[in-house]
C-alpha cells in the first residue's frame, strides 16, 4: 500500500527554498514561486469547493498553543478528539463511544470499533495517552489553563481505559473536546506542523505562513461521507475585504463578524447572516487592586458608575443588535449560567450618587487591547463619551496586541481602572468561566495572576466548594447561588454577550454554528 | 535667462513668437503649478487652522443616534462617522495635527539636514565619510518598519512621531546642501574670508551656509507634502496618537470598514489630503520650476 | 572587476549586518513582552516566566546577540512566536508574493512611465504635457491607503471585477499593483523626461538628425538608450524600496507578503520573525542593487566598473 502524504505540504519543486537558504535569493523563478501554487483562473472558487476567509492567520492545524475560535472548526475537520460540544452546547462522543463518570475521580472511556488515521492505521490508547503529555508540557497554552489538573491514562484494553483524576473534574468530558488526538509516535510538546488525523479531511497544500490550507476529502475517513469535496481556507485580515469578497462570491463563509460588517451584509442578495448567542463575555472589568479608601474599591461607587452607560444605546448602534447586554456574570448561553440582574441607564442617578459618595471628581482610565472584541474602538470612545457626561475625567489608553497590556493586568504596568476584556468558555460551561475570573486566591495574586485582581475569599471558597460537587443538580444550585454573590460586588462597569456572527452565501447548505464559533464541516452542503 | 525685447528697437520677433517661446511657456507652466498650488493648499490649510474658530460641532461630540449620516445632510457638511461625530470637525481637527507634525518634522529635518550636509561638504574628510555611511545605511533600511519601531519602542505622542518623519528627511537635505556646498566652497569668497584669517567655522556659518539655504529650501515644500503623507500612513498602520484624538490615517482605516455602505468616511478624509498634497507638490514644483528656468537644458 | 565584485560584496554584507544588529537591539529596547503575546489569555506569571526562558528573553542583551550571532551563521534564525515554526520559512513562504508584486508593479511602472516621459519631452512645455506632469504630480499626492481603498471601492465594490483581497488569482494582482504604480509613476516619468531633453538637446542627435535619421529612431533608439544608465538606476533603486516593505499596500489589500508579515510580528513582538524578514528583505535589496551596477557595463560601454568608485 503506498502511504500518501497527509497534513505534509506536497512536495514542491525544491529550488525555491534550498536556493534562498543559500543566499542566492533573487530572480524570476522565486517571483514565480506562488504563482504556480496558486489554484484557478479566477478568483471564484469552484463548484466543489468550499472557500473559507478566516480573519486570523490559522498557523498550524494542531491547537496546542493558537486557539482562536474558528480555528477549531478547521482543525477538527482534521484532527478529532475523544468528544466534542454540540449543539445546546452539550458534549458528544466522537472518537469515543463510551465516556462515562464511573467513580467521582474515575471516567471509563471506549474508543469506537474501527476509527482510524487518513493512512489506515487505528487509533489505539497510547495515542490518548501520548496527546495528554505533550499538552501537558506545552507552556502558555490556553487550553492546559482550562483543565483544573490533566488526567492520567490508565489501559484496561485494547480500546478501553480510565481516565483518572485526584479530585473530581465533573466537566472532564467537555474538556477533553480540546485534546486532538495523532499518533503517538508523531506527537511532541509542540505545535505539530504535520502529521495524521482522523478527522473527515486531510491536507493537501499548506502555507502556514500565509496561512493558507487546502483540505481534501480522507477516502478512509471511518465516519460518513463528508458532502463538500475541497475545502479553501484563506487568511483575509481586512474585515472589509472580507466583506467585499463575501458579496463578490470569491468567498463562501466568514466568521467572526464585527458588527458594522454583519449590518452591511445582512439583506445582501445571495448572502445569509446567521447568529447564534454567543459563549463569550466581554466586559469592562474594574481594577480590584485599588487600595483601601479609593473610590473604586467601594461597590457602591463601582454600582453608581454603571448607571452612566447606556447599554441600550451601545447594543443598538455601536454594536447594531449583534450582541445581548449582560443580565449574569457570565453569558446565559453557557451551561449552569443564570440570570443575575441588569444594568440601568441612568445619568441623573449616577452624578447624584458619585455626588453622595464622595466620588465626585473621578478619574477613570479605560485601557483595553486592539481587536480584543468585535467593535472595540467605538465601544470605547463611546464609553468615553458617556463617562464623561456624567462628570467623570476619562480617558482612553489602546495597546497593541504584544504590547505590554498583560504586565498591567497583573499590576505591574501602570494604573488603570476598567479594562476592556473578552472572555470566552471553549467548553460551554458557566463553571469554566466563572472560575477563571472569579476564583482568585491570594496566593494567585501575589505573582498578579487572579482576574484583573478580583480576590473574594468567600466567593472563591463557595467556586471551589461548586467545583468539585459531583451531584448535577447540587452543583447548578449552588452555582446559582455564587453568580447572584458575583453580581452583588458589581465587578464591571459593563458587560455584554457577543453574539456569534457568520455570513455565507446561499449556496452554501447544512451549516449548524454553534455558540463556541464552531461548526461541522461534514454537515455542510454545496448546493448550485 | 530671457531677455526683454524693447518695444523701440525693430526686430523680427514678433509678440506671437514671443507667446509661443518656450521659455514664456515655461514659466506660464511654473505660473499655472504656483496658482494652482497655492489655491489647493489655501483649500485645506485655512479651514484646518480656523477649525476652532469655524461653527462646527466638536471633533469627539457624539450622537449615537445620528451615525453615519450621508454628507450635506442636518448640518454635517462632510456627514458623519460610525458614532454620529462630526466628519468635517473631526477632518479638520485631525489636520492641525497633521499639519503641525509636517511643519515641525521639516524644519527640524531641515536643520540637521543643512548641518550635516555642509559640515561635510566644507571640511571633507572623516566628517564627510561618517555622514555618507549615515546616509548610505540609512537608504538600506526598511524605512516604514523601523519608523514604526521607533514609534513603538518611544510612544505615539506627537512629538516622538515628528521626530521620526524628521529622521526619516534628513537625508535628502543632507545630501542637496553637500552637493551645493561643495560647489560654493570652490568659490573665491571663500578663500578671500579664509585669508582674512577667519576660522573654517565661521566661514561655513557666516559665508556658505547662507549662500546655500535658499537653493535647499526649494525641497522643503516637497518635504512637506511627503511628512504629511507618511504621518498619515503611520497612523493608518495604527501608530498615532492615543483615541479618541483624530488623525487622518486613523479616521481612513476606522472608515474602511464600512466602505461598502458609507463611501463619504474614507473618500471625503482621503480626498482632503490628496488636495493638501498636491497643492504643496505643486507649489514646490512651480517654485523650483521659476527658480531654474534653464535647468532642462543644463545637464 | 574581480576586487570591485569582492569589495561591493563586502560592503553589502557589512550593511547587511548592522541592519540587522540595529533591529535586533530596537525591538528588544521597545516595550512589550513576547512572552505574553504568544502565551494564551490565561497563562499565568509562571506560564509566562517559562516561555521567556524557553526563548531566552531573560538573559542579558550580549548574551542574547551572541546566541543570535552563533545561530545566524548556521543559517538557523530562531523560531517564530507567533507562528510556532523556523521564522525564515515563513518569511520564505511569504518572499515570493512581495516579490512578485514589485515585479509586477515595476514592469508597469516602466511600461506606462518610459513612454510618457518621452512623449512629454518630445512635448516639452506644452499645454498638454502640462496637464500631464500635473495628472503624475496628483498620482504621487495621494495617500497609497487612500488610492488603495479608493480603487478597491471602484473595482471590487461598485463593479465587482477584480477580487479585493489575497492573491488566489492573476485578477488579484491588478489592483494592489496599480496602486505601487500610480505612486512610482510621476518620479520614472519625470526622470525620462529630464534625461530626454538632454539627450535630444545634443549634438549627436542633431548629426543624426542630419544624416536623415528616422525621427523615431533618433528617439527611442539613440536618445533612449543613452538615458539608460540613470532610468535602470532609479527603477533599480525603486524596486529594491519596494522589496523592502510595500508595507502599506499589503496590508489594505491582504497581500500575503513580508509587508503585512513585518507590521504584524511587530505587533506581537515576534523578533525572530522581524529578524529574518529584515534580514531577507536587506538582502534582497541589496543584491538588487548590485546587479543594476554591474549591469551598467552592459548598458554603457563607456562606463568601466571600479574606476570610478
Sequence with gaps: MTRTPHLVPPPRPPSRRTLLRWGAFGGAGVALGPLSACAGPTGAPGPGTLTLGLNRSLVSLDNKLNQFEAAVTVQRAVRQALTRIGPGLRPQLVLADRFEMTEPTTWTVRLREGVCYSDGSPVTVDDVATALRMYGKVPGSFLLGLFPELPAVEATGERTFFLRTRRPVPGLDRLMSNIHITPAKANRPEELRSGLGSGPYRVVRANSGAGEYTLARNTRYWGGRPSVDTVRVRFVPEESSRVVALRSGELDVVDTLTPDSAEQLTGLPGVTVQEISGARMCQLFYNFRKPEGHPLADARVRQALTYAIDGTALVRDVLTGTAEEARGVVPLALQGAVPTGTYAFDPGRARRLLRSLGAEDLRIKVIWESGEFAGDTSVMEAVLDMLQDVGVRASLQQFEPGGDILKWRQGRGGDWDVIGNGYSSPTGQALTMLQGMYGGTAEKDRTGDAFMGYVIPRIERRLSAAATEVDDSERERRLAAVQHAVWDTWPSLWAFAPKTLLARRDRVRGLALQPINSYDLTAVRLEG | MTTAVSAGRPSAVTARDLARATATSQRRGARFKLWAGAVCTALVVLPVALAGVLPLPGANAQDLSRRRLPPLSEGHLFGTDQLGRDLLSRVLHGGQVSLAVGVLAVLVSGLIGIAAGSAAGFFGGWVDAVVSRFLEAQLALPLLMMLLLVVALFGPSVTVITCVIAIAQWPEVARLTRSLVLVEREKPYVAAARVLGLRSWSVLARHVIPNVVRPASLVVLLLLAQAVLLESALSYLGAGPQRPFATWGRIISDGQDYITTSWWLVTLPGLVIAVLVVGVNLLGDGLRDRTRPRSRKGA | ?309
Design chain 3, 1 to 309: 572587476m574581480p576586487t570591485y565584485l569582492a569589495r561591493r560584496i563586502g560592503q553589502s554584507v557589512l550593511t547587511v549586518f548592522l541592519t540587522l544588529t540595529t533591529v535586533f537591539l530596537l525591538v528588544r529596547l521597545a516595550p512589550g513582552d513576547p512572552a505574553s503575546a504568544y502565551a494564551a489569555p490565561n497563562a499565568t506569571s509562571a506560564d509566562l516566566a517559562r516561555i521567556r526562558e524557553q526563548f531566552g528573553l531573560d538573559d542579558p542583551l550580549i548574551v542574547q546577540y551572541g546566541l543570535f550571532l552563533r545561530d545566524l551563521f548556521t543559517g538557523d534564525l530562531g523560531t517564530s512566536y507567533s507562528f510556532h515554526s523556523p521564522a525564515l520559512d515563513v518569511v520564505l513562504d511569504r518572499i515570493p508574493y512581495t516579490v512578485t508584486l514589485a515585479v509586477s508593479a515595476i514592469a508597469v511602472t516602466t511600461l506606462v512611465a518610459v513612454p510618457l516621459g518621452v512623449w512629454m519631452a518630445r512635448r516639452a512645455d506644452t499645454r498638454r504635457e502640462l496637464g500631464a506632469n500635473v495628472l503624475t504630480i496628483a498620482g504621487q499626492s495621494m495617500p497609497d491607503f487612500w488610492t488603495g481603498v479608493m480603487l478597491l471601492t471602484v473595482f471590487a465594490v461598485v463593479l465587482p471585477v477584480l477580487p479585493a483581497s489575497g492573491f488566489t488569482s492573476w485578477s488579484g494582482l491588478v489592483l494592489p499593483t496599480a496602486t505601487v504604480a500610480v505612486l512610482q509613476l510621476a518620479l520614472v516619468s519625470r526622470l525620462v523626461r529630464r534625461e530626454m531633453t538632454t539627450a535630444l538637446a545634443s549634438s549627436y542627435i542633431t548629426v543624426a538628425r542630419s544624416r536623415g535619421v528616422r525621427e523615431s529612431a533618433l528617439t527611442w533608439r539613440y536618445a533612449l538608450a543613452n538615458s539608460a544608465v540613470p532610468l535602470v538606476t532609479a527603477l533599480g533603486t525603486r524596486f529594491a524600496a519596494l522589496l523592502n516593505g510595500v508595507v502599506v499596500v499589503e496590508v489594505v489589500f491582504g497581500w500575503p507578503g513580508v509587508g503585512s508579515l513585518v507590521v504584524r510580528a511587530l505587533e506581537t513582538r515576534d523578533y525572530p520573525l522581524i529578524q529574518a524578514t529584515v534580514l531577507v528583505t536587506a538582502t534582497l535589496a541589496i543584491l538588487v542593487q548590485l546587479l543594476v551596477d554591474l549591469a551598467y557595463p552592459l548598458l554603457d560601454p563607456r562606463v568601466r566598473l571600479g574606476k570610478a568608485a
